[in-house]
């Protein structure tokens, strides 16, 4: 059973930026399809970026392409994203998720328990 923690959740002020990891255990994350999912209260959970098993494949929701990015480091198992100029609606509950299949159009087989993020001046 593949593990996720995800760290670095906080409160930050419009246009601050924040780094989210999420470390895997105990198999390496280049077997999985990896991805950054949000919920918002009230709203449903949405895909925020994805990154498909070949690394061949990235996804960013239209909501934040240009402003954040998903990267992997596999010396550390770990899954990152960078969260630039962040907007009052970014505010949520951040999870990291995987899935066995190659797409990320796959469902996901593995999430973490969330980090919050709160956007708010």
């Known amino acids: 059973q593949l593990q996720l923690v995800e760290s670095g959740g906080g409160l930050v002020q419009p246009g601050g930026s924040l780094r989210l990891s999420c470390l895997a255990s105990?198999?390496?994350?280049?077997?999985?399809?990896i991805a950054w999912f949000r919920q918002a209260p009230g709203k449903e959970r949405e895909r925020v970026s994805c990154i498909s098993k070949s690394g061949s494949s990235t996804y960013y929701a239209d909501s934040v392409k240009g402003r954040f990015t998903m990267s992997m480091d596999s010396t550390k198992n770990t899954m990152y994203l960078q969260m630039n100029s962040l907007k009052l609606e970014d505010s949520a509950l951040y999870y990291c998720a995987a899935s066995r299949g190659a797409l990320c159009a796959n469902p996901v087989d593995y999430w973490g328990r969330g980090t919050q993020v709160t956007v708010s001046s």
């Open positions: 105990p198999f390496t994350l280049n077997y999985y399809t």
